[in-house]
């Protein structure tokens, strides 16, 4: 992080449904009051995106999202079979007269166009998902990625989704569920990742997950926890002896559930909530200064 | 019994709809079955079903690039092919490795070759409610779907071996490689989704997933009563697409209980909402028979 541009912060859950696009999006709506024009929102969540429903964008360009596959010359090919043994994918073969492709598994690493010795194979581009660009009413960009249905590859949509990331904004990253490949290459876009949970026997076994990840990573995290209630100390407790800060509780409120079905932010349909949005972005910037403040003084 | 084992996927396509909660109930009501927690990225089905472990094992699903540096000439070959920029002449990123082999056929001295890395664990363990396949992903690995594969092959045998006749699988969120591969080539997905926008939007895209594969679908609504015009939309949109409705739960707030003292709810306390899985089991169960 350059000290011009502004920190990229991502929002994610090891567990689904814990509330991390009505978290990420209340940020950036509460953010967008007192920075206007400065915030961006991007939804990482290729596979299930859902922020465009409680931000309402106005969409103006859609941008295709391609990957590599072969394309084999079968006038050219020599059925040699090398581009099927070099495939860690399996997702070339040469059966006989045939070569068969499976778009599906290639990882578009290019091993069977390199290995072929006659040149037969071309890669061409094939879309996989698409990336959606807009603002909102209250001046927020927003960027939205969406995997193609029945195509399994999240991680190229994932990436060209986050890589919109405009140093020049405070940019919310909505990241998917769990800690696989599609949540490590949204935070490995951010400086800072707000944990959303909630304080049940899931919620603290998938934030275990998700904290060992950041940290893995070098990702410094805070945790927002959802639906809290009294009784239920488990995460509070995991945080404390973890020494993770906990940057907000939002109770278990049936009218908080509701107001997300209908489509409506936290910011947006409890305006009470506001200062407690922009001071938990004040925490975030105020741990990242002291930690760059620590590490210039090692 | 006719000796076919079917197999049915709970799957939600948005988090947290309930999913774990209503397969674990189905857990302890069916007969004869084998539990698949297929949704390894963040794996929950065991906190309730307290498994005792059996047997287990390392999950090799991935590979990644090891240098031998004294063959090393710094060519720097791996670092111009390789598309994932996770070599350099000093450096090799695990994270971003895809273990492709391309540095491995571009380096000109044969310093590079693959290694299979453990990343993850299987476990085949036994319940009070029977056997179950499942897994642990190590956080920040990758190939969760060769690991719902390889969970669903274990159930698979261990239904065949003993003579089940059902496996019942937890997917997981989304609709990309975990998701899909614990959808491939079952016999019914059962959607488990809530009357929120956000919650129709991913159903929609699940069950567009479910028909890329053929796999006739039904659906379960949870927490049915927290907006009712929504509701109403999931109804119609099953009346349009011919999916028999299963039920409709209603809010609950003893559903976290439950999963807080570790029992199937069903086994928990009796209910709107045990009463509406008991039923929902029960024509389930009819239907995957015919």
């Known amino acids: 992080m350059s000290e011009r541009s502004k920190p990229t912060v991502s929002v994610a859950a090891g567990k689904g449904g814990t509330g991390k696009t009505l978290f990420a999006t209340s940020l950036a709506v509460a953010l967008s009051e007192?920075?206007?024009?400065?915030?961006?929102?991007?939804?990482?969540?290729?596979?299930?995106?859902?922020?465009?429903i409680l931000l309402h964008p106005q969409i103006t360009q859609h941008t295709p999202v391609n990957v590599l596959v072969p394309q084999v010359d079968l006038d050219?090919?020599?059925?040699?079979?090398?581009?099927?043994?070099?495939?860690?994918?399996?997702?070339?073969?040469?059966?006989?007269?045939?070569?068969?492709?499976?778009p599906d598994l290639c990882a578009a690493?290019?091993?069977?166009?390199?290995?072929?010795?006659?040149?037969?194979?071309?890669?061409?581009?094939?879309?996989?998902?698409?990336?959606?660009?807009?603002?909102?009413?209250r001046g927020i960009e927003f960027v939205q990625g969406r995997l193609s249905v029945g195509d399994q590859r999240a991680t190229p949509v994932t990436r060209a989704t986050g890589s919109c990331?405009?140093?020049?904004?405070?940019?919310?990253?909505?990241?998917?569920?769990?800690?696989a490949c599609p949540m490590q290459e949204t935070i490995e876009f951010s400086d800072y990742c707000i944990l959303v949970t909630e304080p049940t026997p899931f919620g603290l076994a998938n934030l275990e997950d998700s904290v060992e990840t950041c940290r893995r990573m070098g990702i410094p995290c805070?945790?927002?926890?959802?639906?809290?209630?009294?009784?239920?100390?488990?995460?509070?407790?995991?945080?404390?002896?973890?020494?993770?800060?906990?940057?907000?509780?939002?109770?278990?409120?049936?009218?908080?559930?509701?107001?997300?079905?209908?489509?409506?932010?936290?910011?947006?349909?409890?305006?009470?909530?506001?200062?407690?949005?922009?001071?938990?972005?004040?925490d975030v910037i105020r741990s990242l200064s002291q930690t760059a403040t620590a590490k210039v003084e090692e | 019994m006719n000796g076919v084992v079917k197999q049915l996927t709970v799957i939600s396509g948005k988090g947290g709809t309930g999913k774990t909660t209503v397969l674990a109930s189905f857990a302890a009501l069916a007969e004869d079955k084998v539990m698949a927690d297929c949704d390894v990225d963040a794996a929950n089905l065991h906190l309730v079903l307290t498994p005792t472990v059996v047997e287990s094992g390392d999950f090799y699903g991935a590979q990644i690039a090891v240098r031998d540096a004294k063959l090393c000439q710094q060519s720097g070959e791996c670092e111009?092919?390789?598309r994932f920029d996770a070599i350099t002449t000093t450096d090799i990123d695990e994270l971003a490795c895809e273990g492709c082999?391309?540095?491995?056929?571009?380096?000109?001295?044969?310093?590079?070759?693959?290694?299979?890395?453990?990343?993850?664990?299987?476990?085949?363990?036994?319940?009070?409610?029977?056997?179950?396949?499942?897994?642990?992903?190590?956080?920040?690995?990758?190939?969760?779907?060769?690991?719902?594969?390889?969970?669903?092959?274990?159930?698979?045998?261990?239904?065949?071996?003993?003579?089940?006749?059902?496996?019942?699988?937890?997917?997981?969120?989304?609709?990309?490689?975990?998701?899909?591969?614990?959808?491939?080539?079952?016999?019914?997905?059962?959607?488990?989704?809530?009357?929120?926008?956000?919650?129709?939007?991913?159903?929609?895209?699940?069950?567009?997933?479910?028909?890329?594969?053929?796999?006739?679908?039904?659906?379960?609504?949870?927490?049915?009563?927290?907006?009712?015009?929504?509701?109403?939309?999931?109804?119609?949109?099953c009346v349009e697409n011919q999916f028999e409705l299963l039920g409709e739960l209603p809010y609950d707030e003893s559903v976290t209980e439950a999963m807080a003292h570790q029992v199937p709810l069903v086994e928990y306390r009796d209910g709107p909402v045990t009463e509406g899985i008991r039923q929902a089991w029960s024509r389930l169960s009819q239907m995957l028979s015919a």
């Open chain 1, 222 to 282: 805070g945790v927002v926890i959802n639906r809290d209630q009294a009784g239920r100390p488990g995460v509070e407790d995991y945080c404390t002896r973890e020494g993770i800060d906990v940057l907000l509780h939002i109770p278990e409120d049936r009218e908080i559930a509701e107001a997300y079905a209908r489509g409506e932010t936290l910011a947006d349909a409890f305006p009470q909530w506001h200062d407690e949005l922009v001071r938990v972005y004040e």
């Open chain 2, 101 to 237: 082999g391309m540095c491995v056929v571009a380096c000109p001295n044969g310093a590079l070759r693959l290694e299979t890395v453990s990343c993850g664990q299987w476990y085949l363990s036994e319940t009070d409610y029977g056997p179950m396949a499942h897994a642990r992903l190590s956080p920040a690995a990758e190939s969760s779907g060769r690991l719902v594969t390889m969970v669903r092959q274990k159930a698979e045998d261990t239904a065949a071996e003993r003579g089940l006749a059902l496996v019942l699988i937890d997917g997981a969120p989304g609709i990309g490689c975990t998701a899909a591969a614990a959808l491939a080539d079952v016999d019914m997905a059962l959607v488990v989704t809530e009357p929120t926008l956000s919650g129709i939007h991913d159903m929609e895209r699940v069950v567009e997933l479910s028909g890329h594969f053929g796999v006739p679908v039904t659906v379960l609504i949870n927490k049915a009563d927290l907006n009712a015009e929504n509701t109403r939309r999931i109804r119609d949109y």
């Open chain 1, 34 to 52: 007192i920075h206007p024009g400065q915030v961006q929102l991007i939804d990482c969540d290729v596979e299930e995106p859902n922020a465009d």
């Open chain 1, 165 to 179: 990331n405009d140093d020049s904004m405070i940019t919310i990253l909505d990241a998917p569920p769990g800690t």
């Open chain 1, 109 to 137: 690493c290019g091993v069977c166009a390199y290995v072929c010795p006659v040149g037969a194979i071309t890669e061409v581009n094939r879309q996989v998902g698409s990336v959606a660009h807009g603002s909102t009413v």
């Open chain 1, 76 to 102: 050219i090919c020599t059925r040699c079979g090398l581009c099927a043994k070099h495939c860690q994918f399996s997702a070339i073969a040469v059966i006989r007269d045939a070569v068969i492709t499976f």
């Open chain 2, 80 to 82: 111009r092919y390789c």
